[in-house]
């Protein structure tokens, strides 16, 4: 068999196309691929651990839930808000917020793999919740428009984009002047080995793809973001969790 290819073998688009195989795979076979690490994680668990409150949500959503953090609890949404997830899997997070902003608000859905889109559609569906879409596209070109949302999330997305700078500049463009991002995602806080770096089934794991996290507050600065600070960090390795929150000036 061939041997795999190194991470830095590999084009962005190849890097993205094993990102959307692996999280097809987690669609069908419902395991968060961001647990491999943790042999004892079920998805369930993993939710309840990280503060989710999923008593009523069904074992469809929770079980391809793949995050690190809990960023909706984070972003204090308030009725009638606009909010837009990145990379929202099988939905969680989306569901959660479009209970938050109520009937006035409406959240949207970004994520390039069709089989979660898929999952999450179904998902809604089953929930009866209406005020929420699932649009297919790449974090790094979103499908949004211009200065339209109020609140941008993310679990554990960004640290799997190969261009995090456009990420956010995409973020910034999409969220209205004064609007927030708040994002649970994994950085690093200190080397990797390098077969660790170099491991395509590290990267779509969430951790070969984090990036210092020095360097992550630096490029949402350099997309115009202001107050951007580092809420909270969990973990003890060289890759770490931290929920980090940014503001669009307001004029
Ligand atoms: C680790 S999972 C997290 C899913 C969800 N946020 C959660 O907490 O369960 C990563 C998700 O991001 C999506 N994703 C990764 N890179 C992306 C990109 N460049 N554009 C859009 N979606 C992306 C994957 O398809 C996958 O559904």
């Not at 084009?11 to 999280?23: C, G, M, N």
């Not at 609007?179 to 951790?207: A, F, N, Q």
Request: proline letters at 4%.
């Amino acid at each position: 068999m061939d041997k795999p290819k190194q991470v830095s073998e590999l084009s962005d688009e190849e890097i993205k196309d094993e990102v959307r195989r692996a999280y097809a795979r987690v669609a069908m076979a419902r395991r968060g691929s961001c647990c491999d690490k943790d042999t004892s994680c079920s998805t369930d668990s993993l939710a309840a651990r990280l503060g989710y409150d999923v008593e009523d949500i069904p074992a469809s959503v929770t079980e391809s839930f793949a995050g690190c953090g809990n960023p909706t609890a984070l972003a204090s949404l308030q009725e009638g808000e606009i909010v837009l997830d990145l990379g929202s899997g099988a939905g969680l997070d989306v569901f959660l917020a479009a209970r938050a902003v109520g009937e006035t608000g409406f959240v949207i859905g970004v994520d390039m793999t069709s089989e979660m889109l898929q999952k999450a559609r179904d998902n809604a569906i089953k929930l009866g919740i209406t005020n929420v879409e699932f649009r297919q596209g790449d974090i790094e070109a979103l499908p949004v428009e211009d200065n339209s949302v109020d609140v941008i999330i993310s679990n554990c997305v960004i640290n799997l984009a190969p261009d995090k700078a456009k990420v956010f500049q995409e973020a910034f463009r999409v969220l209205r002047p004064g609007g927030r991002l708040l994002v649970s995602d994994m950085v690093l806080v200190g080397e990797l080995p390098e077969e660790i770096k170099e491991s395509i089934r590290s990267y779509t794991g969430c951790v070969a793809g984090a990036i210092p996290e020095t360097e992550y507050l630096q490029l949402l600065q350099e997309a115009g973001f202001e107050k951007v600070e580092v809420l909270e960090r969990s973990g003890s390795s060289a890759v770490i969790s931290a929920k980090i929150k940014a503001i669009k000036p307001a004029t």
